[in-house]
């Protein structure tokens, strides 16, 4: 068979929704493209623990430490579970890491902003879990096997997240005149970089013909960004809460709400290394790299000692 | 000294170790060397909060005061704290983290293994749910003293070294008080000075397999919680922990 024979058997299989899975021939550049997205969302979790992790010890009970531990704790599963999704693409984790230490690879931006108080625990988990489930809904319908079921498992987990985070806001919204302020400007600055997260609109995202063809994503950003909106601004409000924009306003006829001028010029300085937290974040990476060395050598060590003593046993 | 203080006494020693623990755990978290250990260590974490809010809740309870959880766990003053200096030390590598660990890991076991053929309901009941995650902690921190103590001669050394900076601070976890002499006569719960003869044992035996060395301190151990006197690092643990509920007192969370 040749490529353009195997490439169209691949694209029947795909169109006849079938998934596509580890062993299986696929084109270079579906290969290429889900390695490089699943490798940049394992990042992304792994990231994603440092903002979250900032307040883990001065959460103000005991109940949200403890429910702010084990929720940083599953973004690390995800972040495990995404490495061997995208290890069945052919990379290991070593590559992946030294990737992301470089710089060369990418994780969501989201995570170049600091985390100031209380509430943006609860602006993260509200917001920038809510669009990740937005996103990851999606991303579960898509073509290949093994991210896809990651996806699956990884929603529901950040389902809970959604709610948790939700909760601590609505709490704060409902609290003191102090703790409502400390909310509304946790809206305020994560507001727009969620809506951003869910990636450029669909007239600037490249590459993207090819990406849906292949089913490695199956909506469009700019849906599934909708649907992000449509699900948080009633919550927003039920919470009173006012979203940062003064253009956002309900269309009757679509039944969608519709948002003001996304500021695309801050994503793209964000992207590119240039936002509040982007040296902070893969300064801690990098240290937690080196100075983990020596436990990373001494266990090696240890199990080459192991070995050798069994064989002398033996 | 009556039973009830005895026993608000030993609750809050119990829960103050753990959350104080706990609290230097989850400093750890995104910071581990591996994603396997940050999961493990906040597993640990994770527990050990869990097993505080059990403890201070109880205390609350016992005292009758109407205090929560978290009432006693942001609202008490650095003198009021009951656990052991072993457990507020610094995390500092990943070497003193996993001794800090041990240490305490294998005296947290024996203890609630005794506190599971408590008198007191509570505490039965307690120990024997808690033991269980114990007994993984112990595994694991056990598993790395070793792995690191006879891994290269940089782990070796640091694990050394670790060991030698904690080591002093292990006597005061036997140090026993009016409240425990109390207690033990109702057997509510285990005397220390035999979880002592056990721990000694069983980390001795282990720190050798480690092929480390248990330091000369010739005869000094830190000792101070009993009485609410720690040391340098607990007015900072508190100072983070407590800061945003004493700034908003009326505010719930
Ligand atoms: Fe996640
Ligand atoms: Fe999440």
Same mark, same amino acid.
């Not at chain 1, 060395?293 to 199990?303: G, S």
């Not at chain 2, 650095?78 to 294998?106: C, K, M, P, S």
């Not at chain 2, 109702?186 to 000694?200: R, T």
């Given at each position: 068979?040749?490529?353009?024979?195997?490439?169209?058997?691949?694209?029947?299989?795909?169109?006849?929704?079938?998934?596509?899975?580890?062993?299986?021939?696929?084109?270079?550049?579906?290969?290429?493209?889900?390695?490089?997205?699943?490798?940049?969302?394992?990042?992304?979790?792994?990231?994603?623990?440092?903002?979250?992790?900032?307040?883990?010890?001065?959460?103000?009970? %005991?109940?949200?430490?403890?429910?702010?531990?084990?929720? !940083? @704790?599953?973004?690390?599963?995800?972040?495990? $579970?995404?490495?061997?999704?995208?290890?069945?693409?052919?990379?290991?984790?070593?590559?992946?890491?030294?990737?992301? %230490?470089?710089?060369?690879?990418?994780?969501?931006?989201?995570?170049?902003?600091?985390?100031?108080?209380?509430?943006?625990?609860?602006?993260?988990?509200?917001?920038?879990?809510?669009?990740?489930?937005?996103? @990851?809904?999606?991303?579960?319908?898509?073509?290949?096997?093994? $991210?896809?079921?990651?996806? !699956?498992?990884?929603?529901?987990?950040?389902?809970?997240?959604?709610? @948790?985070?939700?909760?601590?806001?609505?709490?704060?919204?409902?609290?003191?005149?102090? @703790?409502?302020?400390?909310?509304?400007?946790?809206?305020?600055?994560?507001?727009?970089?969620?809506?951003?997260?869910?990636?450029?609109?669909?007239?600037?995202?490249?590459?993207?013909?090819?990406?849906?063809?292949?089913?490695?994503?199956?909506?469009?950003?700019?849906? !599934?960004?909708?649907?992000?909106?449509?699900?948080?601004?009633?919550?927003?409000?039920?919470?009173?809460?006012?979203?940062?924009?003064?253009?956002?306003?309900?269309?009757?006829?679509?039944?969608?709400?519709?948002?003001?001028?996304?500021?695309?010029?801050?994503? $793209?300085? !964000?992207?590119?290394?240039?936002?509040?937290?982007?040296?902070?974040?893969?300064?801690?990476?990098?240290?937690?790299?080196?100075?983990?060395?020596?436990?990373?050598?001494?266990?090696?060590? $240890?199990?080459?000692?192991?070995?050798?003593?069994?064989?002398?046993?033996? | 000294?009556?039973?009830?203080?005895?026993?608000?006494?030993?609750?809050?020693?119990?829960?103050?170790?753990?959350?104080?623990?706990?609290?230097?755990?989850?400093?750890?978290?995104?910071?581990?060397?591996?994603?396997?250990?940050?999961?493990?260590?906040?597993?640990?974490?994770?527990?050990?909060?869990?097993?505080? *809010?059990?403890?201070?809740?109880?205390?609350?309870?016992?005292? +009758?005061?109407?205090?929560?959880?978290?009432?006693?766990?942001?609202? *008490?003053?650095?003198?009021?704290?009951?656990?052991?200096?072993?457990?507020?030390?610094?995390?500092?590598?990943?070497?003193?983290?996993?001794?800090?660990?041990?240490?305490?890991?294998?005296?947290?076991?024996?203890?609630?293994?005794?506190?599971?053929?408590?008198?007191?309901?509570?505490?039965?009941?307690?120990?024997?749910?808690?033991?269980?995650?114990?007994?993984?902690?112990?595994?694991?921190?056990?598993?790395?003293?070793?792995?690191? +103590?006879?891994?290269?001669?940089?782990?070796?050394?640091?694990?050394?070294?670790?060991?030698?900076?904690?080591?002093?601070?292990?006597?005061?976890?036997? /140090?026993?008080?009016?409240?425990?002499?109390?207690?033990?006569?109702?057997?509510?719960?285990?005397?220390? /000075? /035999?979880?002592?003869?056990?721990?000694?044992?069983?980390?001795?035996?282990?720190?050798?397999?480690?092929?480390?060395?248990?330091?000369?301190?010739?005869?000094?151990?830190? *000792?101070?919680? *009993?009485?609410?006197?720690?040391?340098?690092?607990?007015?900072?643990?508190?100072?983070?922990?407590?800061?945003?509920?004493?700034?908003?007192?009326?505010?719930?969370?």
């Amino acid at each position: 068979m040749d490529t353009a024979e195997r490439e169209k058997k691949f694209q029947e299989k795909i169109d006849s929704g079938l998934k596509v899975e580890a062993k299986e021939w696929m084109p270079e550049n579906y290969r290429k493209q889900l390695t490089r997205m699943i490798s940049q969302h394992a990042h992304s979790e792994i990231v994603g623990m440092l903002p979250e992790g900032n307040w883990i010890t001065r959460a103000p009970s %005991l109940r949200r430490k403890a429910v702010l531990l084990a929720k !940083v @704790q599953d973004e690390a599963g995800h972040g495990l $579970y995404l490495y061997s999704a995208a290890e069945t693409l052919g990379i290991d984790r070593k590559t992946m890491i030294d990737q992301l %230490l470089s710089g060369r690879a990418k994780y969501s931006s989201i995570f170049n902003y600091p985390t100031l108080s209380w509430a943006d625990i609860g602006a993260i988990g509200w917001l920038v879990d809510g669009a990740a489930i937005v996103n @990851q809904t999606m991303l579960a319908r898509g073509s290949y096997g093994p $991210y896809s079921r990651a996806m !699956v498992r990884i929603c529901k987990e950040e389902s809970f997240h959604n709610r @948790q985070g939700y909760e601590i806001m609505y709490h704060l919204a409902n609290g003191t005149p102090e @703790q409502k302020a400390m909310a509304q400007d946790a809206l305020n600055r994560w507001w727009w970089p969620s809506i951003q997260m869910l990636g450029p609109s669909d007239a600037q995202s490249k590459n993207s013909e090819e990406t849906m063809r292949w089913k490695i994503k199956v909506e469009s950003n700019d849906t !599934v960004r909708q649907r992000f909106i449509d699900r948080t601004v009633p919550q927003a409000h039920a919470a009173g809460l006012t979203i940062p924009d003064p253009d956002l306003k309900f269309n009757e006829e679509t039944g969608h709400w519709e948002i003001g001028e996304i500021e695309w010029t801050e994503f $793209y300085r !964000v992207i590119k290394g240039h936002g509040p937290c982007n040296r902070k974040r893969l300064k801690a990476r990098q240290e937690a790299e080196r100075e983990g060395r020596w436990v990373r050598e001494a266990a090696a060590a $240890y199990a080459a000692k192991q070995r050798a003593r069994a064989v002398q046993a033996a | 000294m009556t039973e009830k203080e005895a026993r608000f006494e030993y609750l809050i020693r119990l829960g103050d170790n753990a959350l104080i623990l706990g609290q230097r755990l989850g400093e750890w978290c995104g910071h581990a060397h591996q994603l396997e250990s940050d999961i493990a260590l906040t597993n640990i974490a994770l527990d050990n909060v869990g097993q505080a *809010r059990n403890l201070l809740t109880e205390a609350g309870k016992v005292e +009758g005061k109407g205090r929560s959880e978290d009432d006693l766990a942001f609202f *008490r003053t650095e003198n009021e704290f009951r656990n052991n200096l072993l457990t507020e030390q610094e995390n500092g590598n990943f070497a003193q983290t996993i001794t800090r660990q041990y240490l305490f890991d294998v005296f947290q076991f024996h203890l609630y293994s005794g506190l599971c053929s408590s008198t007191d309901d509570f505490l039965k009941g307690f120990a024997e749910k808690s033991v269980k995650e114990v007994t993984y902690h112990r595994k694991l921190s056990g598993d790395w003293m070793v792995r690191l +103590g006879d891994g290269t001669e940089e782990s070796h050394d640091k694990m050394q070294e670790a060991l030698d900076i904690l080591w002093p601070f292990t006597g005061e976890l036997f /140090e026993k008080t009016e409240a425990d002499e109390i207690l033990i006569a109702s057997g509510a719960v285990p005397d220390l /000075e /035999e979880i002592k003869k056990i721990w000694i044992e069983e980390t001795s035996a282990k720190i050798e397999e480690a092929t480390l060395t248990i330091p000369d301190t010739m005869g000094y151990m830190a *000792r101070g919680s *009993r009485d609410g006197h720690h040391t340098e690092y607990m007015g900072y643990i508190l100072a983070e922990m407590q800061a945003l509920p004493r700034s908003m007192p009326d505010a719930t969370w």
